[in-house]
């Protein structure tokens, strides 16, 4: 069963999974497919159409169900007034349990992976992806086909303008790495050895030094995923 407050709107083809909490004044246009116990607040916008300049906007009220489809997990929490846009490209994808605060924005084809945590006021620009576990501090933004590494802990207020490497922490205007989130991986259950080897990596210039944690314990996949989908924007 699925607890649907009376104000809400679910329009076009949604299709909810089991044991979902849709609050006052949701909306859902769909295609959207919503998986088991996620809690969606107040107010929060679920499959507007991609916000691209020459996708054709309908005209008809009774039709707002365009876009190439929103796929959300298991849960999840987003809050008040969370936008989420219809994928243009591909489909926009959030993973299992993502916890995203209030007034945040995912625009399409973004793709937010297991784990991840959008603080207040987030705002993700078409195309970005999210490793999993990653953690985007409170009004921080990040541009078009950007890709925030694994476990990375981005600082309040940041402007992320280039792809950030796992494991990294990094803030400022424009975004840079200061030091590995040796918290993250602690939390991650990363072996100690693998994490000291980070910590000292991200004391000299990333670009050069990723190789050195390639194929170490809990990290290798994470750091060749970035790699490839870093030079490719994807």
């Known amino acids: 069963m699925n607890s649907i407050h009376s104000s809400a709107q679910l329009i076009g083809e949604v299709s909810l999974g089991e044991g979902n909490m849709i609050g006052p004044l949701v909306v859902i246009i769909g295609p959207v497919t919503i998986g088991d116990g996620n809690w969606i607040g107040t107010g929060t916008v679920i499959g507007a159409p991609p916000e691209v300049g020459s996708w054709e906007h309908p005209m008809d009220a009774a039709r ?27 489909t926009t994808r959030v993973g299992n349990n993502v916890f995203v605060m ?19 006021s987030v705002l993700l620009a078409g195309h970005v992806r999210i490793g999993a576990g990653a953690n985007l501090g409170l009004g921080s933004s990040v541009h078009q086909r950007c890709y925030v590494g694994e476990r990375t802990m981005v600082g309040m207020g940041s402007v992320v303008t280039r792809s950030l490497p796992p494991f ?9 790495v200061h030091g590995a989130n040796a918290v993250g991986m602690e939390r991650a259950g990363i072996p100690e050895g693998t994490i000291a080897v980070a910590v000292a990596m991200y004391d000299r210039p990333y670009e050069k030094s990723l190789q050195s944690l390639a194929g170490l314990p809990g990290v290798g996949a994470a750091v ?4 490839q989908r870093s030079a490719t924007g994807a």
């Open 64 to 90: 707002l169900d365009t876009g190439n489809g929103i796929l959300i997990g298991n849960g999840n929490v987003i809050r008040e007034y969370v936008q989420i846009h219809q994928g243009w490209r591909e």
């Open 102 to 120: 209030n007034q945040s924005y995912i625009a399409h084809d973004c793709v937010i992976e297991d784990g991840v945590t959008l603080a207040s």
């Open 168 to 176: 990294s922490k990094a803030y400022g205007n424009p975004a840079r």
């Open 224 to 227: 060749e995923s970035w790699r």
